[in-house]
C-alpha cells in the first residue's frame, strides 16, 4: 500500500494483483479486473484524504502564529502600514456648516 501511495510503480502492482489466481497457480493475464477498480479508488481517497491533512495542518499553523502575534507574518513595515491604513479608515470628513443664501 504504500508502493501505491506514493504512486512510483503502481500500475505495475496493480497489474501484478490483476493478474494473480492464488497461491501455488500460474498467473493469468486480466484474471480478476475488479483489482484495478480497488487500485484507482485507494489512489483517489488516499490522495484526497492525504490533501485534506496537509491543507488542515496548515491552515491551524497559520491561524495560531496569527494568534500569538495579532498579525500573522507581517514584518514591521507591513504592520506599520497595516495600522496606518485602519487609522485612516477610522477617520471621518467634517462636514461643513454652509452659510444660508436667503437671509440678508
Known sequence: LF???TTEGWVDVMNASIDQRGIDMQP???NNRLW???YVLFLVLGSFF???LFVGVIIEHFAK???VKGQG???DAQRQWASTQA?????RPEKLARRP???K
Open 3 to 5: 508502493e501505491i501511495s
Open 36 to 38: 484495478a477498480l480497488y
Open 101 to 103: 443664501t436667503s437671509c
Open 73 to 75: 507574518l507581517m514584518t
Open 28 to 30: 493469468v493475464r486480466d
Open 50 to 52: 492525504m490533501v485534506e
Open 87 to 91: 487609522f485612516i479608515m477610522k477617520i
Open 65 to 67: 502564529v496569527r494568534d
